[in-house]
């Protein structure tokens, strides 16, 4: 399947922009939203715990309102709550909060029109928990590290700097998750030949961050390098997941997202690196049905169905994001998938890849 997995990719892309001709495409241009600072309520919320010795495990500490909340359009930042309990309390693998945990923990967050936010994931840091919301599936064209923060570009001179400040921060993230990757199948046993597409990635990933950032900053942004915590060492399932999740789904629809740039993107540099990086994210969408299909031999019943439930979860909230409004302008430069164009492309990933409850790879 990893061959045909390129295939797709291809196919769906091609049939969808000739429906679309002659229109370029993007998945807007939203943001992250967050509890707000207007709330009254301390933002540090190392203050909230300072003290405290009892109360239920694994629940919310009401310093932060949980209907409240406020927009940051230019970030990538998460909420970040403080709780009774530490991860190994609240049962943390390596950092990260099985779902049912954090549903718990997590409160529901809502946009200023009163729509629900997606629900992406969350992670332990100390006696803290962050919480990820409404997370934007569009700006996705790598591999996004477990505990990844803040990735607002320092300036930006319009979308399309905005856009590619953003894209080039994704890209150098992609570095220390493909690392992670390379390190975990490593200790978990992996065959070579996965370690060693794991590595190259890695290397792929440094190239595009450098391209990208150039693209960058001749738009007029600056690009922050991206901060992310280290963690422990997780269970085969916990690595799975986050396959299934950043690789088998996210990136693989970055990979779309790229070969799309590549072919109707009006700035010849842009198309140029596209070209290149379209390539290697087809490369690196293959490498995750890959791990994916050895993981799945060596994991019981059980954990199987968790991953798969993972997945079409991240499937059913990327076809959410999908629709989101794009501006004309990073349609006509950038060549992002407008919103009908970008559903319809993830709708049929879905149906060809995401939706089976089972799957092989050749």
Same mark, same amino acid.
Request: charged content about 25%; some cysteine; glycine content about 8%.
């Given at each position: 399947?990893?061959?045909?997995?390129?295939?797709?990719?291809?196919?769906?892309?091609?049939?969808?922009?000739?429906?679309?001709?002659?229109?370029?495409?993007?998945?807007?241009?939203?943001?992250?939203?967050?509890?707000?600072?207007?709330?009254?309520?301390?933002?540090?919320?190392?203050?909230?715990?300072?003290?405290?010795?009892?109360?239920?495990?694994?629940?919310?500490?009401?310093?932060?309102?949980?209907?409240?909340?406020?927009?940051?359009?230019?970030?990538?930042?998460?909420?970040?709550?403080?709780?009774?309990?530490?991860?190994?309390?609240?049962?943390?693998?390596?950092?990260?909060?099985?779902?049912?945990?954090?549903?718990?923990?997590?409160?529901?967050?809502?946009?200023?029109?009163?729509?629900?936010?997606?629900?992406?994931?969350?992670?332990?840091?100390?006696?803290?928990?962050?919480?990820?919301?409404?997370?934007? &599936?569009?700006?996705?064209?790598?591999?996004?590290?477990?505990?990844?923060?803040?990735?607002?570009?320092?300036?930006?001179?319009?979308?399309?700097?905005?856009?590619?400040?953003?894209?080039?921060?994704?890209?150098?993230?992609?570095?220390?998750? &493909?690392?992670?990757?390379?390190?975990?199948?490593?200790?978990?046993?992996?065959?070579?030949?996965?370690?060693?597409?794991?590595?190259?990635?890695?290397?792929?990933?440094?190239?595009?961050?450098?391209?990208?950032?150039?693209?960058?900053?001749?738009?007029?942004?600056?690009?922050?390098?991206?901060?992310?915590?280290?963690?422990?060492?997780?269970?085969?399932?916990?690595?799975?997941?986050?396959?299934?999740?950043?690789?088998?789904?996210?990136?693989?629809?970055?990979?779309?997202?790229?070969?799309?740039?590549?072919?109707?993107?009006?700035?010849?540099?842009?198309?140029?690196?596209?070209?290149?990086?379209?390539?290697?994210?087809?490369?690196?969408?293959?490498?995750?049905?890959?791990?994916?299909?050895?993981?799945?031999?060596?994991?019981?019943?059980?954990?199987?169905?968790?991953?798969?439930? $993972?997945?079409?979860?991240?499937?059913?909230?990327?076809?959410?994001?999908?629709?989101?409004?794009?501006?004309?302008?990073?349609?006509?430069?950038?060549?992002?998938?407008? $919103?009908?164009?970008?559903? $319809?492309?993830?709708?049929?990933?879905?149906?060809?890849?995401?939706?089976?409850?089972?799957?092989?790879?050749?």
């Amino acid at each position: 399947m990893a061959r045909r997995v390129s295939g797709i990719i291809r196919r769906v892309v091609l049939m969808h922009l000739s429906a679309a001709a002659p229109l370029l495409i993007g998945c807007g241009d939203g943001g992250r939203t967050v509890p707000s600072a207007d709330s009254g309520a301390p933002h540090d919320s190392g203050i909230c715990n300072e003290a405290v010795d009892a109360g239920a495990p694994c629940t919310i500490i009401s310093c932060l309102p949980p209907t409240t909340s406020g927009v940051i359009r230019d970030s990538c930042a998460t909420a970040q709550y403080a709780i009774y309990g530490t991860a190994e309390q609240c049962d943390g693998d390596g950092g990260a909060v099985p779902a049912s945990t954090c549903r718990a923990i997590c409160p529901t967050l809502t946009d200023d029109a009163g729509v629900t936010l997606p629900f992406y994931s969350c992670f332990f840091s100390g006696r803290n928990v962050d919480c990820e919301y409404g997370d934007n &599936f569009c700006y996705v064209t790598g591999r996004r590290p477990r505990g990844l923060r803040r990735c607002a570009p320092d300036r930006a001179a319009g979308r399309v700097a905005r856009y590619l400040a953003r894209m080039a921060h994704l890209e150098a993230a992609s570095v220390p998750a &493909f690392s992670r990757l390379a390190r975990e199948l490593a200790e978990h046993g992996a065959p070579r030949r996965l370690l060693r597409a794991a590595v190259r990635a890695g290397e792929d990933e440094k190239r595009h961050a450098r391209v990208v950032t150039d693209l960058a900053e001749r738009a007029g942004a600056t690009v922050r390098r991206p901060q992310v915590r280290r963690g422990r060492a997780r269970s085969l399932e916990a690595m799975a997941i986050e396959n299934a999740v950043e690789g088998c789904v996210r990136e693989t629809f970055g990979a779309a997202v790229a070969v799309a740039q590549s072919l109707t993107a009006s700035d010849p540099r842009v198309r140029a690196a596209l070209r290149r990086i379209a390539i290697d994210e087809t490369r690196h969408a293959e490498l995750s049905w890959r791990v994916a299909r050895w993981v799945d031999g060596r994991l019981d019943p059980a954990a199987r169905r968790r991953v798969a439930s $993972a997945r079409l979860r991240a499937a059913s909230a990327l076809l959410a994001s999908a629709g989101a409004p794009v501006h004309p302008e990073l349609v006509q430069q950038l060549g992002i998938p407008p $919103a009908p164009v970008a559903v $319809a492309m993830a709708q049929q990933l879905a149906r060809a890849l995401w939706a089976p409850p089972s799957f092989s790879v050749e």
